[in-house]
């Protein structure tokens, strides 16, 4: 008997896929191309706040390798994995469960390594974890670039020269700590059976994986494995729908500094990621890269030339109250301390 697909946007065709094959390099990319890739990213993005990459050139094994880094990372003591917590100044490092909440109501199970400088440094020890840099950095490097195609395809559909856009997110895992942009490893362990505690329901744990929340950024880079989970309000609705999975694909979602500098034209995406029901899947573990894509510190942007856009829905989420406007230019660094302040422990 054929397996019976979920029901997901993706098994429905509701998410666009964009295909990004004959692109070029980041460096000299196919300007009629980006055009192209820029109009499709921008309805995407309008209409639902995300879109599907595909022929975005990077390769699966490099996405299962860090899963596998990762894992081992997780699985080392807890005194070892002490030394790589989080760093709050650089967002560099661990996160463990519970270090990171969304949602104050339930308890999250999910690790997370963030990395914002591609130093050896700074990431585990090879006696550690062997391969973490050999791996992590490459992949955050091939990220980084393919953020670097995104911005120029926006830039076209929203009339801004694509080195302008470029200029501001121009520090994106450099080493001097002036670009906020990180990429995240994540892990979300097994669940246990049922959500019962030891006496009667008032004392049950009640567990998620990630808390609803939008990221805070210019936009996200999204590769995950074929557990499921990820569930996102689309624009307008407020009802949370399940992705689903298309293999190899990378998804886009836009972020609360996007949806701030375009006035809500292209809206942050709210996303959670909840345990799948049955209890096959709550026994499996689920990985996922984030690279979430940030301007630079310093960089202030003016308002944007957008031709009138049909009148945008209402935003279900209305996410950039902390944005701050300085004469009329937007600069999202204190945006994102206060984020980081209302979400870290
Ligand atoms: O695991 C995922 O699919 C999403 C993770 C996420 O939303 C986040 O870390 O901000
Ligand atoms: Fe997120």
């Known amino acids: 008997m054929a397996a019976q697909q979920e029901e997901s946007l993706l098994a429905r065709c509701a998410i666009p896929i964009i295909d990004l094959a004959h692109i070029g390099t980041d460096v000299c990319p196919m300007k009629s191309v980006l055009r192209r890739i820029g109009q499709q990213l921008f309805t995407a993005l309008s209409a639902k706040g995300l879109a599907v990459l595909v022929n975005h050139g990077i390769a699966d094994e490099k996405l299962k390798a860090v899963y596998a880094d990762l894992d081992?990372?997780?699985?080392?003591?807890?005194?070892?994995?002490?030394q790589y917590l989080r760093n709050p100044v650089s967002n560099h490092g661990y996160v463990k469960p519970?270090?990171?909440q969304f949602d104050t109501t339930k308890k999250e199970l999910r690790h997370s390594f963030n990395i914002t400088t591609l130093s050896?440094?700074?990431?585990?020890?090879?006696?550690?974890?062997?391969?973490?840099?050999?791996?992590?950095v490459p992949l955050a490097q091939d990220l980084t670039n393919l953020s670097r195609v995104v911005l120029q395809a926006l830039a076209y559909?929203?009339?801004?020269?694509?080195?302008?856009?470029?200029?501001?997110?121009?520090?994106?895992?450099t080493p001097e700590g002036r670009n906020p942009s990180t990429m995240r490893l994540l892990y979300y362990?097994?669940?246990?059976?049922?959500d019962v505690g030891p006496c009667n329901q008032n004392d049950a744990v009640h567990y998620t994986r990630c808390g609803a929340h939008a990221d805070y950024g210019t936009f996200?880079?999204?590769?995950?494995?074929?557990?499921?989970?990820?569930?996102?309000?689309?624009?307008?609705?407020d009802k949370w729908e399940k992705v689903g999975h298309l293999p190899g694909a990378i998804l886009v979602q836009s972020g609360e500094f996007l949806a701030a500098w375009t006035a809500n034209v292209l809206p942050a995406l709210v996303h959670r990621v909840v345990v799948p029901p049955g209890e096959y899947a709550r026994a499996r573990g689920r990985h996922c890269v984030a690279f979430f894509c940030h301007p630079d510190t310093d960089a202030v942007l003016p308002p944007l030339p957008l031709r009138a856009v049909a009148t945008p829905p209402p935003p279900t989420f209305t996410p950039?109250?902390?944005?701050?406007l300085h004469n009329r230019l937007l600069n999202a660094a204190h945006h994102?301390?206060?984020?980081?302040?209302?979400?870290?422990a």
């Open 220 to 237: 996200t880079l999204l590769a995950q494995d074929s557990e499921g989970g990820l569930e996102v309000k689309l624009n307008g609705s």
């Open 157 to 173: 559909a929203m009339g801004v020269p694509p080195s302008s856009l470029l200029a501001s997110h121009s520090g994106m895992l």
């Open 189 to 194: 362990p097994p669940v246990p059976p049922e």
């Open 336 to 344: 994102l301390q206060k984020r980081f302040r209302e979400t870290y």
């Open 120 to 136: 050896a440094a700074t990431m585990p020890a090879q006696e550690d974890v062997p391969e973490f840099t050999k791996h992590a």
């Open 72 to 82: 081992n990372f997780c699985a080392l003591p807890e005194g070892c994995q002490a």
């Open 320 to 324: 950039h109250t902390h944005l701050t």
């Open 98 to 100: 519970g270090m990171e």
